[in-house]
RNA sequence: GCGGGGGUGUCCGAGUUUGGUCAAAGGAGACAGGCUUAGGACCUGUUGGCAUAGGCCUGCGCGGGUUCAAGUCCCGUCCCCCGCACCA
C-alpha cells in the first residue's frame, strides 16, 4: 500500500489550524517555552537549509509542547535590506543568469517573472510562496504573530525606531567616520556579494612615509615604515602620470589616481599640476631621518594605481627593490633612455636594518638568488616578498641602524613606531584596496570614507562585558559554540548600523538613512509578544509611540498618561505588557553557526542594552551549513534544493527527517537525493510496521521477554529526552527511529506469539517520541490507534524507573552472546549442525566466579592471592588444581571488567539454565536444530567432545554435530 | 595571519568530556538466503584478514609516550573545512 503524503499531511494540517493548537497565549498556570528562528531573508524561496535550522526549531518546540510546556513558536520574514531591491533590478535589466535562476530552481511561473521587475512584488511573492512551504512541513506555527520587516509593515517599522531611539539615548549609536569599499557609479559601499571581482577585500590603510622633495613631499606607501633605515632610493614610474598637489596645507607628489583617491578619503585636494613620471627621474630627494640626498630611479614595475604611486626602495630587505635594481644595473641602456648616470646606479648599496634568523646581512639579495628570479616582472618576485615580510616581522630584530627602535622585534615595535613618526610628521596614512575590486555594474571601486555614518559601538567595554555574561548565563548547544562566541564579542567594534540605499526601516533622526538589516533583527522577537494584540485591536501606526513602547517593554511611564496619549486603552497596554513579560526571554533561538560572528553576537548584544537581565536570552543553538550533494549550496551553481520541491518530491515528513539525521553540533550536513528518498520509503514501511504490529493478537501473559521490550522502551525515552534536552537532534531521531525499531524487531523475533498489551504499549510510546521529527505520519497512526486527541499535544512520554529491569537485560544479552558464540562456531567449522547441546556451569564455578568479582573490586587482584583466598574454603580447596585452572582462564576478563558490570552481576545472580530453557524454542528456530540443555557436571548428559568442562559463567559450553 | 570545527571501517556517521561489554552503534551501499504473482517492499545473515570450536592478527590522519588496558589521556606532526564586517 503506497502512502499518499500529499493528502495525509494535508488532512492533519487542516485539523491542526482548525483546531489552532498551535496558537499560544500566556497561561500564569503553565510554564512556558519561546522559540524563534532567525526570520528568512525573502529575495528568494527557502531551501532546505532553513528547513534543517527550522526543523530543529520546530522538533524541540513539540518536545517542549508535548512536555506539557506553553510553547510559542512565532515566525516572520526579513525584507531589509540591498539584494531584494538588487534582483528586481536585475531582472527589470533582463539579466539572463537571474531570470534563469528564478525559472529554473525557484519555478517562478512565466506570468509571474515580469512583475518581479519591482522589489515589493518580489518580496510578496517570496514571503507567499515560502509561508505555504513553511506550513506545508508541518511547523507548529502561531501564524497570529506573522510579520514583515521595513517601512512596508509600518507598525514594526515604529518598533526598530523606538529601539533605535532607545539605544541612542543610552549612548550605543554614535556618529563616525569609516572606510569602506566604494563604487563611485552606484554610490554605494560595495560588499563582497555585489562584486564581479576581488571577493575578500577590504581596505588597508598604508602608511605614507613623507620624503621631502624641494618645496614638497613624495608620500610613498608603505606596509613596512620601519624599513626607512633601510632607504637607498625613490622608484617612479617614468609613464604614469603625477600630480602636484596641494593636500590640506602641504604639497604633495603622488600619482593622478592617488590624487582623486585622497578626495574620498576626506582629504581637502587641489591639483595644482599634472606631469609624467619620468620628469623626476634623476632627481634627488631627503631621507627624513638621516637627511641623506637620495635618488629617483625608474620603476616601470610601479603601479600608479596602487596607493600613491610613490615607492621608497629598500634593497636590502625588499626583493622586489633589490631586482629593480639589479635590473637596472644590468640594462644600462634603458638608463640612458631615461636620461640617467648609470653610475648613481651602481652606487647604490643595500642598507641592512633587519637581523632575521636563517639570513644573512641581505636576506632580500640572498632570497632572489635562491628562488632564481630573473627580473623584476618575474612572477616568483611576489613569492619572495610574502616569504620575507612574514619571516621579518615575526622573528626579525631592528638593528642598530633604527636607533630607539634597535633591538626590538619588528612585530612589536611596528605601532608604536608609525604613531612616533606621524607624530613627528615624518608620516601621514592612505587607505587602499590591496587588489582591484569591481563592482557588479563593472565599475573599479575605490575606497571612500564614509562621513555622517551612524555606528553601533560594540567596542563598548561595558557593553561587551555585560554581553559576555549572557553568554556565559545562556545555554548554548553545542558547548563548544560558547567559546567562539565570546571570542567573536570581543573581536566585534563599531558596527556601521545605516545605509543609503535597499528597504528598511528609515533612522528616526536622519531622514535618507536605513536602519541596515543586521541591526533591525535583533531584538524584534519582542515583537512577536506583542504583534498579535495589535493586529486583533487595530492598534494604529501613529498609535505606537515611544511611550508606548517604553511601557510595554521597560515599564516606563504611567499607563493611564500613556493610554492617554497614545488612544490605546490602558487595560490594552497591560495586557501586551503581561503578553511581553510572559514570553520572555526567548528560551531558544537557532540558527545556523554562520551567523554566531554577526547576527547572534547582536541578538546577545542588543538584549543586554535594552533589558534587565532576567530578560536576557536563555538558549542558543547553533548548527552546520546544509551541503547538497557533498557540494557547497549555490544558487548560481544550480546546486540548490528549495523546501518546496523537497517537500513535493519526498514529503513533509521525509524531508524533516532527513535533515535532522543528517549532522547535529556544527557539522555540516549533506543533503542526498537518495537518503531523502530512503527515509521516504522507510517511513512508508514504518507505517506497514506499526499497522501489522497492532493487527496482532498475540497472547496475555507477561513473560521476561515483555519485561525486557519494556526495560528498552524506557531506556529509549531516556536517551531520546536527554538527547532533545540538550539540541542532540540527530542522536534523538536515529535513537528514536532506528534502534527503537531494531528493539522490537530483535522481540518479534524472539517470542513466538507477541503480547499484545505490550506491543500497544510501546508503540504508543514509540509514535510520541518520534511525533517532533515526523508529526504528520504519527499523527495519522495515534488516529488509527484509536486515539481522538492531537498526538501533538498529548503527553511527552516520561521515563519510569521502575520499568527498568537489569535481569531481563542480562539474560538477554546471555541469549544474544550465546546466539553470537554459536554462530561462531558454524561459521569457522562451515559444519551445519543437526543437534546443538548447551553446558551451563557447576555452582562452584559460579561460587569461584561471584568471590573472585568480589576480590576484584575496586581493585584488581592477583592471581596467587585470589587463589589463596579462595582455598580458604575447604570445598573449593578439595578440588584445588580445578580451580586454579578455571581462575586462571578467568582472572584476566574479570580484571579488566568496568566495576558497575561488576557490581550488576553481583546484585542479580542469574539462572542460566532457566534462561536458556526459555530461549530453546528460539534457538531451535534460529539454528533448525534440535537443542539439548545439560549442567556442566550432569552425569546424564550427552557429551562426545567433553566440552562441558569448558563453561563458565556467563558463558555456557557448546556442543555441535 | 587570527579565530573556530574536524580527520574513525566501501561511503555517511556515533563513540573522545567520565580509558575497560570497541572489530568499534546506527544508516547507506554490496553480497547471500528467505518470503512473494511481482516488488527500488519486507525478514535473516555476511560485509578488515586468518581460522574445521566460541580464537588470533591488523585497525580509528601520522610519529612518539602514559597505562595492566587508548579511537578515548599526554607530547609532537601533517592535512581538511568554515568565519574575518557595512553583507544577508
Given at each position: 500500500m503506497k502512502i499518499n503524503w500529499k493528502k495525509l499531511e494535508e488532512k492533519w494540517r487542516r485539523k491542526w489550524e482548525k483546531a489552532k493548537i498551535f496558537e499560544a497565549d500566556p497561561d500564569p498556570e503553565r510554564k512556558k517555552c519561546f522559540v524563534t528562528f532567525p526570520y528568512p531573508y525573502m529575495n528568494g524561496p527557502l531551501h532546505v537549509g532553513h528547513g534543517f535550522t527550522a526543523t530543529r526549531v520546530d522538533v524541540y518546540a513539540r518536545f517542549k509542547r508535548m512536555q506539557g510546556y506553553n510553547t510559542l513558536f512565532p515566525w516572520a520574514w526579513h525584507w531589509t535590506g540591498e539584494p531584494i531591491v538588487g534582483a528586481a533590478l536585475r531582472v527589470k535589466m533582463g539579466d539572463q543568469k537571474e531570470i534563469r535562476a528564478l525559472k529554473v530552481?525557484?519555478?517562478?511561473p512565466e506570468e509571474k517573472l515580469k512583475k518581479l521587475v519591482d522589489p515589493v512584488y518580489m518580496a510578496q511573492y517570496y514571503t507567499r510562496e515560502s509561508k505555504k512551504a513553511v506550513r506545508r512541513i508541518g511547523y507548529s506555527i502561531d501564524w497570529r504573530r506573522e510579520f514583515h520587516t521595513t517601512s512596508l509593515e509600518p507598525t514594526f517599522s515604529r518598533f526598530v525606531e523606538w529601539q533605535y531611539n532607545t539605544l541612542r539615548e543610552m549612548g550605543y549609536v554614535a556618529k563616525g567616520t569609516h572606510p569602506v569599499v566604494w563604487c563611485p557609479n552606484c554610490e554605494s559601499p560595495t560588499g563582497d556579494h555585489d562584486r564581479?571581482?576581488?571577493?575578500g577585500v577590504s581596505p588597508e590603510e598604508y602608511t605614507l612615509i613623507k620624503f621631502p622633495f624641494?618645496?614638497?613631499?613624495?608620500p610613498a606607501a608603505t606596509f613596512?615604515?620601519?624599513?626607512i633605515y633601510g632607504v637607498t632610493n625613490m622608484f617612479i614610474n617614468p609613464e604614469a602620470t603625477y600630480v602636484e598637489a596641494q593636500v590640506e596645507d602641504e604639497k604633495w607628489i603622488i600619482s593622478k589616481q592617488a590624487a582623486e583617491k585622497l578626495v574620498e578619503q576626506l582629504r581637502k585636494v587641489k591639483i595644482e599640476r599634472e606631469f609624467k613620471g619620468i620628469e623626476l627621474v634623476g632627481k634627488f630627494f631627503r631621507?627624513?631621518?638621516?637627511?641623506r640626498k637620495l635618488p629617483i630611479l625608474p620603476g616601470w614595475?610601479?603601479?600608479?594605481?596602487?596607493?600613491?604611486?610613490v615607492v621608497y626602495s629598500v634593497p636590502a630587505h625588499a626583493p622586489a627593490d633589490w631586482i629593480a635594481i639589479k635590473d637596472l644595473v644590468e640594462n644600462p641602456g634603458r638608463l640612458q633612455e631615461v636620461g640617467l648616470d648609470p653610475g648613481i646606479v651602481k652606487n647604490i648599496k643595500p642598507i641592512s636594518m633587519i637581523s632575521v634568523e636563517?639570513?644573512?646581512?641581505y636576506p632580500a639579495v640572498e632570497i632572489v638568488k635562491q628562488l632564481k628570479?630573473?627580473?623584476?616582472?618575474?612572477?616568483?618576485v611576489e613569492e619572495a616578498t610574502n616569504i620575507l615580510y612574514k619571516k621579518e616581522f615575526h622573528t626579525g630584530v631592528l638593528k642598530p641602524?633604527?636607533?630607539?627602535?634597535?633591538?626590538?622585534l619588528v612585530k612589536t615595535v611596528k605601532t608604536e613606531l608609525i604613531e612616533d613618526f606621524v607624530k613627528d610628521n615624518i608620516a601621514d596614512s592612505i587607505y587602499d584596496i590591496p587588489q582591484e575590486v569591481i563592482c557588479r555594474c563593472t565599475t573599479r571601486c575605490l575606497v571612500k570614507i564614509l562621513a555622517d555614518q551612524w555606528f553601533?559601538?560594540?567596542?563598548d567595554p561595558e557593553w561587551k562585558i555585560k554581553t559576555h555574561e549572557a553568554a556565559d548565563k545562556a545555554n548554548i548547544y553545542?558547548?563548544?559554540?560558547r567559546s567562539y562566541f565570546h571570542d567573536r564579542m570581543d573581536w566585534l567594534?563599531?558596527?556601521?548600523?545605516?545605509?543609503?540605499?535597499?528597504l528598511g526601516t528609515p533612522l528616526p533622526w536622519s531622514p535618507g538613512w536605513i536602519v541596515e538589516t543586521l541591526s533591525d533583527?535583533?531584538?524584534?522577537?519582542?515583537?512577536y509578544t506583542i504583534n498579535k494584540h495589535i493586529k486583533q485591536h487595530g492598534i494604529k501606526t501613529e498609535q505606537l509611540s515611544g511611550k508606548v513602547f517604553d511601557y510595554i517593554?521597560?515599564?516606563?511611564?504611567?499607563v493611564k498618561k500613556v493610554a492617554e496619549d497614545s488612544g490605546v486603552e490602558p487595560a490594552i497596554l497591560e495586557e501586551m505588557r503581561a503578553e511581553f513579560l510572559y514570553w520572555y526571554p526567548v528560551d531558544l533561538r537557532i540558527s545556523a553557526k554562520?551567523?554566531?560572528?554577526?547576527h547572534l553576537s547582536f541578538f546577545l548584544f542588543q538584549h543586554t542594552a535594552l533589558f534587565p537581565r532576567e530578560l536576557w536570552p536563555r538558549g542558543i543553538s547553533v548548527n552546520g551549513m546544509v551541503m547538497i550533494e557533498g557540494a557547497k549550496m549555490s544558487k548560481s551553481k544550480g546546486n540548490f534544493v528549495t523546501l518546496k520541491n523537497a517537500i513535493n518530491q519526498h514529503g513533509a515528513d521525509a524531508t524533516r527527517l532527513t535533515s535532522i539525521l543528517?549532522?547535529?553540533?556544527m557539522d555540516d550536513p549533506d543533503w542526498r537525493e537518495k537518503n531523502a528518498s530512503s527515509t521516504n520509503v522507510k517511513l512508508q514501511s514504518f507505517h506497514n510496521f506499526l499497522n501489522q504490529l497492532t493487527k496482532n493478537s498475540g497472547r496475555k501473559e507477561i513473560t521476561s521477554l515483555d519485561l525486557w521490550l519494556l526495560n528498552a522502551i524506557q531506556k529509549r525515552i531516556h536517551q531520546v529526552t536527554e538527547a532533545l534536552e540538550t539540541l542532540k537532534t540527530r542522536t534523538a531521531a536515529e535513537v528514536g527511529f532506528f534502534e527503537i525499531w531494531n528493539d522490537i524487531r530483535w522481540y518479534l523475533r524472539r517470542v513466538?506469539?507477541?503480547?499484545q498489551i505490550v506491543l500497544n504499549q510501546v508503540v504508543n510510546i514509540w509514535i510520541r517520541l518520534l511525533t517532533p521529527f515526523i508529526p504528520y505520519t504519527c499523527e495519522e497512526f495515534w488516529y488509527l490507534m484509536g486515539?481522538?486527541?492531537f498526538i501533538s499535544t498529548t503527553d511527552w512520554p516520561s521515563y519510569d524507573k521502575?520499568?527498568?529491569?537489569v535481569e531481563a537485560e542480562e539474560s538477554e544479552s546471555l541469549v544474544k552472546n550465546l546466539l553470537e558464540d554459536t554462530l561462531n562456531i558454524i561459521k569457522a567449522t562451515e559444519i551445519t549442525p543437526k543437534r546443538i547441546c548447551y553446558y551451563v556451569s557447576a555452582p562452584w564455578k559460579w561460587n569461584v566466579y561471584l568471590k573472585s568479582l568480589e576480590k576484584s573490586t575496586p581493585i584488581r587482584v592477583t592471581l596467587g592471592n585470589l587463589i589463596k583466598e579462595l582455598m580458604t574454603d575447604p570445598e573449593l580447596k578439595s578440588m584445588a588444581g580445578s580451580v586454579t585452572k578455571f581462575v586462571k582462564e578467568t582472572l584476566d576478563e574479570i580484571n579488566r571488567m568496568p566495576d558497575d558490570r561488576k557490581k550488576r552481576r553481583l546484585q542479580s545472580v542469574m539462572n542460566e539454565k532457566k534462561i536458556l530453557k526459555e530461549a530453546k524454542r528460539f534457538l531451535e528456530r534460529e539454528f533448525n536444530v534440535t537443542i539439548n540443555i545439560y549442567d556442566e557436571?550432569?552425569?546424564?548428559?550427552?557429551?562426545p567432545k567433553k566440552r562441558?568442562?569448558?563453561?563458565k559463567p556467563y558463558r555456557p559450553a557448546i556442543y555441535m554435530e
Open positions: 530552481i525557484d519555478g517562478v564581479l571581482e576581488g571577493e624641494n618645496n614638497s613631499y613624495l613596512r615604515p620601519e624599513t631621507d627624513p631621518i638621516t637627511k614595475f610601479v603601479n600608479s594605481d596602487s596607493a600613491t604611486g636563517g639570513f644573512g646581512e628570479i630573473k627580473d623584476q616582472f618575474d612572477p616568483k641602524i633604527c636607533g630607539k627602535y634597535a633591538g626590538k553601533l559601538l560594540y567596542s553545542p558547548e563548544t559554540a567594534r563599531e558596527w556601521a548600523c545605516v545605509r543609503r540605499t535597499g533583527s535583533t531584538i524584534y522577537m519582542a515583537f517593554f521597560l515599564e516606563k511611564g504611567n554562520e551567523l554566531i560572528p554577526n543528517g549532522a547535529q553540533g513466538r506469539k507477541p503480547n486515539n481522538r486527541d521502575s520499568k527498568i529491569n557436571e550432569d552425569m546424564q548428559r550427552y557429551d562441558a568442562s569448558i563453561a
